[in-house]
């Protein structure tokens, strides 16, 4: 009995031992190639094949003793597929913590309300660590690989901040603003103001584009909504600046001209009635919610005052008088939505 007590003793401080040695292993930081170390798991990989990972990724580690003690750890089925970033300092500790818990190393590109697809396409091939893997399509090609053939891309991307992983792929970044979009314009047009002369979410999403251009200022895009709801209600072209510009493409210099707007094409809002045939710009949450919910007026006019806000008026003759109090010196310029030709 005495000498299975002692056995037994001396395997306890063994395990004792050797539970001290794992912890100060555990808590020793770790040796790395460099500052910082990226590690990205694959779906699927298994437990060794992550501890392996780890080494092969710059860590100097043991894969055996890795993997042993993520599997002694108990969490080792929690283990977690990602892309990561282990700084000078980690320790095997934080390793488990961060794979366990999913604690990916993301990076962020940001989609601005009002961008167009073209400024959007290129915010996203400057984003770092993208699988750039839209490049080289075109943009009929790119909406085809994003299941919707025959689409034009053109306002169709949510403006919002989207997170990603390291080598994450470019076309789901663009699926994730694509499907944000349908549901936002989706919940927008259930909520619609019944009153509104628009027949589609498609009619919504181009005049939202619109409004979202013609003003940055919360304040006004209700009213901004109202005057191109009353100009479509009697057949009135809506004679807005930004679809002329963005219809003229590269050939805009930042002037427009009394011949820009003379100028016949889809988007030219003054030679032709009604919604251009597409969006002309990203539009965001602020701007679906005033296109389908105008301001009641009887207003067919909008000036901008110089200070972001605009001047409305119900009457050519009103217009007129705001173009003068508010753009002197500028009678030879188009003003907003309404300038009498």
Known sequence: MRRIGHLLGVLLVLLLLMGALTAWWAMRPLTLRNQTVDVSIEPQTTVRGIAQVVADSGVDVDPDLLYGFFRISGQSRKLRAGSYEISQGETVLDLLRKFSRGEESLKAVGLIEGWTFKQFRAALAKAPNLNHDSAGLSDAELMVRLGKPGVAPEGRFFPDTYTYGKGASELRVMQRALEAMDKQLAAAWAKRDVSIVLKTPDE??????????????????????????????????????????????????????????????????????????????MPGR???????????????????????????????????AAVNRYQRGGASQPSNAGQAK
């Open 204 to 281: 919504a999403l181009i005049l939202a584009s619109i409004v979202e251009k013609e003003t940055g200022k919360e304040s006004d895009r209700g009213m901004i909504s109202s005057v191109f709801h009353n100009r479509m209600r009697i057949n009135m072209p809506l004679q807005t600046d930004p679809t002329v510009i963005y219809g003229m493409g590269d050939a805009f210099d930042g002037n427009l001209r009394r011949a820009d707007l003379q100028t016949d094409h889809p988007w030219n809002t003054y030679t032709r009635k009604g919604l251009p045939p597409t969006p002309i710009a």
């Open 286 to 320: 602020n701007a679906l919610r005033a296109t389908l919910h105008p301001e009641s007026s009887k207003a067919l006019y909008f000036v901008a005052r110089g200070d972001g806000s605009s001047a409305f008026s119900e009457t050519l003759e009103a217009h007129n």
